[in-house]
């Protein structure tokens, strides 16, 4: 396969970058949302099914 045979695609212009990056990264902000919540799920399950039931501690 020479270098000939690999597609080439043109650079992107500033235009389109600008557009990207106005964008923002909401893909990334959902990523840590749910991370998020998820931890906090797991820390309320915690409280409730083990600290919670073994009760006070003398």
């Known amino acids: 396969m020479d270098d000939n045979d690999i597609p080439h695609t ?3 212009s ?7 990056v106005a964008a923002g990264p909401h ?3 959902a990523v ?5 919540l998820i931890v906090v ?3 309320f399950a915690f409280y409730f099914l083990v600290f919670l039931p073994r ?3 003398h």
Not at 14 to 20: A, G, I, L, Q, W
Not at 32 to 36: D, F, I, P, R, S
């Open 10 to 12: 043109a650079s992107p």
């Open 14 to 20: 500033d235009d389109e970058v600008s557009r990207v």
């Open 32 to 36: 840590a949302g749910v991370a998020t």
């Open 27 to 29: 893909g990334a902000v």
């Open 41 to 43: 799920a797991i820390w």
């Open 55 to 57: 009760g006070v501690v």
